[in-house]
């Protein structure tokens, strides 16, 4: 493993042996002769965390990742001591500890297959430079083995043979081997024999990860400073691992409101107020959805934080009001640099609270960002935070903005070799106090959490809606993300499915690129296809940076606009599969985006596929990411599919190619499922749902499908004010029955459902509806294949001749 330091005098030391063992509780202790402390909690069953210390005691135990609300508890811990190791055993795991050298192996205890094993295991090196140690961990990798995760990272889905760094960085216009981006996730999964496994490493310095780059069947993981920390979680599923990490590292802490996901308008900058308009009027002139406008940084009075240039805003609140009448909710952008000028109260109180983050010998942390010279809040600081919350009262309370846009927030700095604070500034870190080193990769995160709380007490009885460039593990509890400053080149539309994939597999879903690019220009060919992925995004935003022309849909020609139009139309109409998609992921940690990996880690010929992705859990997506397409080959995940255009089913389990001009993308449909859609609306609550269209795939056996409904903002859904049905639907030769299982005291708007069948293999001959006949005179059977029910049926059997 590469070292970090140049005063190498000592190398890598390594723990001796055992000679003390400790249980107290849920957590044992493991003491060697040479100080070092291993120190195994057992979470959950399936979850241990592994923490070392190298100086017989550990330091205070704080985690920005780790919610309060994560599951704690296990079924069964058993100690058992051999002659060469100390077993740990759960009843998902059993973990032996070799008392010759403190190294890790652990197995699957059902079957006892190995599932991760120290290759050197914990070791350290001093850092002379700034104290403590570089903490380092080397596994073996494992026949076959694939690795998962990281959050941003540019590159191919599976990891494997290549080496990472984490340390959140501003990285306008990256490409594909950019690395380090804007978020650190320190985690990731292991895939071998079937079996799935993941690592947490919960070390905010600056970390390392190398999946068998360096040494071919070694995977190791390091950090500049901290300790050695990190969670194990099995799966073996691998949807499993991410669900448990997610719980682990939060899960958002509310549903957002149904609007903000809906699509949004974004570019630098939309001003003066008659620029906002006039874009918000022609989406409804075109009658293409949106449903949120942003404000970039020009909104400001010299990009100070919390002001409002009133040349181009002269009445911000009669503005925002008016575009909320016309079904637009308005996003401001809020940046971390608080300008340095004197007449500014909010810099005056921030200098006078003392709330900057300052150098090591006291100086200000003094940075040029867009406004020039700023100081920076040290979000840090829980009493920072709760000014910071503060201070969006007028923007959200009064003004009436519905969104806020936390950018900047790595935190970037300009013209700086390092784009960052050096390493010396210090920071609060909620009563630790440390340097840059440690605080970097969490700045950002507490900065979305300081204005997410702002937003949760001044929307109020509304949902907070936030949305974050920079992130540490967690952020998912607080904001949505976007992967910054991309740009409109084909290979960035690649990027943008991987990348956002990628997030979701490392358990923040929550995310979407800036559709279209936002350096440089797309061809309307390209900003299609990048729509046609965007609509499949949980966050769908345009953005781009405005230097190289407009980037609204009806910046292209006419054809491009229809086309678009179309896909907007789609991620409205699937709105209630999307929502309820959603709220599996903040109910149990569930992906809303699968890789096929993900989806069906059994078969090997999905664990090296980037393009294809599940979205929620029915519906096969794959993006066109080439120019001149008619169509692409893909792969077909094992299991029956059905075209969504054509309602044409095709057997999974092999490469295919899919036909799929410029105004259609490959779309499947998972046999035996209920697609709930919504009908088209300008925006969300233009129209009051009367009905809920269910479509139904035939399948010849089980499947169950879940439709959320509820208030669509607000918080009465955790009080039960939910409807949440699960369709059971039965299939054979000829008959199909449908059960419905309803649950919560929300009601809802709509009375019926019109259910609309696709590949039914028999005729009807008789409909049952709670075991009575009802006449086929009443349904639109024939022709149209619809019928419309009312919504609490339990039964519905259909009967074949
Ligand atoms: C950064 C952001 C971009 C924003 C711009 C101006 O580059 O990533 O989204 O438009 O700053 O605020």
């Known amino acids: 493993m590469i070292v970090n330091t140049e005063l190498d005098q000592k190398g890598n030391l390594f723990p001796s042996k055992i000679i003390a063992f400790k249980k107290d509780v849920d957590t044992l202790y493991f003491t060697t002769q040479n100080d070092v402390v291993l120190q195994i909690t057992v979470f959950r069953d399936s979850v241990l965390r592994f923490r070392y210390t190298t100086t017989g005691t550990f330091g205070k135990d704080f985690s920005y990742a780790i919610t309060k609300y994560a599951s704690k508890g296990y079924n069964h811990l058993q100690i058992e001591e051999e002659k060469h190791y100390y077993k740990i055993i759960t009843s998902k795991l059993i973990c032996h500890i070799a008392k010759e050298d403190l190294k890790v192996s652990i197995f699957d205890a059902i079957d006892n297959t190995l599932i991760s094993q120290d290759e050197l295991g914990f070791h350290w090196e001093e850092s002379y430079e700034f104290g403590g140690n570089i903490v380092k961990m080397s596994k073996i990798s494992q026949d076959g083995e694939s690795y998962y995760g990281l959050g941003d990272k540019p590159e191919h889905l599976n990891l494997k043979g290549k080496r990472f760094e984490n340390w959140v960085t501003d990285s306008y216009a990256y490409g594909k081997k950019t690395d380090p981006l804007y978020k650190t996730i320190p985690f990731y999964t292991g895939l071998h024999h079937t079996k799935s496994y993941g690592i947490f490493f919960d070390n905010t310095f600056r970390s390392f990860f190398d999946f068998t780059h360096e040494r071919r069947n070694v995977t190791s993981f390091w950090a500049q400073g901290g300790e050695m920390n990190y969670y194990f979680i099995y799966g073996p599923k691998m949807e499993d691992v991410v669900t448990n990490y997610t719980d682990l590292t939060g899960k958002p802490h509310q549903l957002p409101p149904l609007w903000a996901l809906g699509f949004h308008q974004c570019k630098w900058s939309y001003y003066p107020e008659s620029k906002v308009k006039e874009v918000a009027q022609k989406f409804r002139d075109l009658k293409i959805p949106c ?33 909320l009448d016309d079904g637009f909710k308005t996003v401001a952008i809020i940046d971390p640099g608080i300008k340095v000028d004197k007449e500014y109260s909010i810099f005056q109180e921030g200098l006078k609270k003392d709330y900057f983050c300052k150098r090591a010998d006291g100086a200000y942390m003094k940075g040029k960002v867009w406004p020039g010279e700023c100081y920076f809040p040290d979000f840090t600081k829980p009493e920072v935070r709760e000014w910071w919350s503060g ?145 499949f995004h949980p966050f769908s935003r345009i953005h781009s940076s405005g230097d190289h022309g407009d980037q609204e849909p009806w910046a292209f020609d006419e054809d491009v606009t229809d086309i678009v139009r179309k896909f907007i139309e789609l991620r409205y109409q699937l709105l209630p599969y999307l929502y309820t998609t959603f709220w599996n992921y903040v109910d149990q940690g569930t992906p809303i985006l699968k890789s096929l990996v993900l989806y069906d880690q059994d078969d090997v010929h999905t664990h090296y596929r980037t393009d294809e992705f599940v979205f929620g859990d029915k519906i096969l997506v794959c993006p066109i990411l080439e120019p001149n397409a008619k169509g692409r080959r893909m792969y077909i995940p094992r299991g029956n599919w059905y075209n969504y255009w054509t309602s044409k089913i095709i057997k999974g389990g092999k490469e295919m190619w899919i036909d799929a001009d410029i105004d259609s993308m490959p779309i499947f449909i998972k046999e035996g499922a209920i697609i709930p859609k919504y009908p088209i609306q300008q925006y969300v609550g233009e129209k009051t749902i009367d009905k809920v269209i269910l479509g139904v795939y035939f399948k010849k056996g089980k499947e169950s499908s879940v439709l959320f409904d509820d208030a669509h903002d607000g918080y009465d859904y955790i009080k039960g004010r939910y409807s949440l049905r699960t369709f059971k639907l039965t299939g054979k030769t000829n008959q199909l029955i449908i059960q419905q299982h ?21 005729k009807i001959k008789t409909i049952q509806l709670d075991n009575v006949d009802i006449p086929l005179s009443e349904v639109k059977l024939n022709g149209e294949n619809t019928m419309v029910i009312n919504k609490n049926f339990t039964q519905l059997h259909i009967i074949g001749e």
């Open 291 to 323: 449903d949120a406008i942003y404000l970039d940084i020009d909104y400001m009075e010299g990009f100070r934080c919390f002001t409002w240039n009133k040349e181009y805003f002269p009445d911000p609140k009669r503005m925002v009001k008016e575009l």
């Open 391 to 535: 201070l969006f009262q007028e923007l959200i309370e009064d003004i009436g903005i519905k969104g806020v846009w936390n950018d900047m927030n790595e935190p970037a700095v300009m013209e700086v070799p390092n784009k960052t604070f050096p390493s010396d500034v210090r920071h609060d870190y909620d009563g630790n106090p440390c340097s840059h080193r440690k605080a970097h990769n969490i700045y950002g995160m507490q900065m979305a959490r300081a204005t997410y709380q702002g937003l949760k007490k001044f929307a109020y009885p509304k949902r907070p809606f936030v949305i974050t460039r920079a992130a540490y593990s967690g952020t998912q509890r607080y904001s949505s993300t976007w992967t910054g400053d991309n740009v409109a080149t084909w290979e960035h539309l690649w990027i943008a499915n991987v990348q956002a994939q990628r997030m979701a597999m490392s358990g923040f879903s929550y995310a979407g690129s800036d559709i279209g690019g936002f350096a440089e220009q797309p061809q309307g060919e390209l900003f299609t296809r990048w729509i046609q992925l965007g609509v």
């Open 742 to 762: 309803k649950e919560g005291k929300y009601i809802t708007n709509y009375e019926v459902f019109k259910l609309k069948f696709y590949g039914l293999p028999f």
